[in-house]
């Protein structure tokens, strides 16, 4: 996939791969100029996150067997994100707005929490070992921390724009 070459052009509702894109090219953020940016043939190097899913009850016995996992170039989101997204497509009508009227239902007045073990290594100091995900149910390796919550919202994002409209995180760079 590292010679994957690939040209986007915003059609859908949020755009944030499209936006990141104009945005770390210092283009405004249109139809035309993301087709001009294709037809210009401008590359760059994108970041590529994958995730890998360990359920409840996971163990040493399952070691062997192919987990599910999902490749990212925008972001991963889990709970209220992933309900909003997933929930609305019966509105996709309104066009952006049908996140704003869904996230209200549903964060607002019908809320869901969901429950997770978040467990990340933090920043700064890694030897490289210390960097491969431990087993889960079995003991952290010292310098990685872990905490046990009702989340509502889990959103990790690697672009500047989680959609046309979110600037959600100024300091990423297109391959940082």
């Not at 249109?30 to 163990?59: H, N, P």
């Not at 087993?135 to 989340?151: C, I, M, Q, V």
């Amino acid at each position: 996939m590292s010679t994957t070459k690939f040209g986007i052009v915003a059609c859908g509702t949020f755009n944030g791969l499209v936006r990141s894109i104009l945005h770390w090219n210092d283009a405004p953020y249109d139809r035309v100029e993301s087709a001009l940016q294709f037809c210009k043939g401008w590359t760059l190097i994108l970041d590529v996150a994958k995730y890998t899913f360990w359920m409840k009850g996971d163990d040493d016995d399952n070691r062997g067997r192919e987990r599910p996992w999902c490749v990212s170039f925008l972001s991963y989101a889990w709970s209220l994100i992933a309900d909003v997204d997933n929930e609305t497509e019966c509105l996709r009508w309104l066009g952006p707005l049908r996140s704003d009227t869904w996230a209200v239902w549903r964060g607002v007045l019908n809320r869901r929490r969901y429950r997770a073990r978040l467990s990340y290594l933090p920043p700064g100091g890694n030897d490289g070992n210390d960097a491969v995900m431990p087993t889960p149910g079995k003991p952290l390796l010292d310098r990685w921390a872990s905490f046990e919550e009702d989340f509502i919202v889990f959103w990790a994002c690697i672009t500047t724009h989680a959609g046309y409209n979110m600037y959600s995180c100024s300091m990423s760079k297109m391959n940082d």
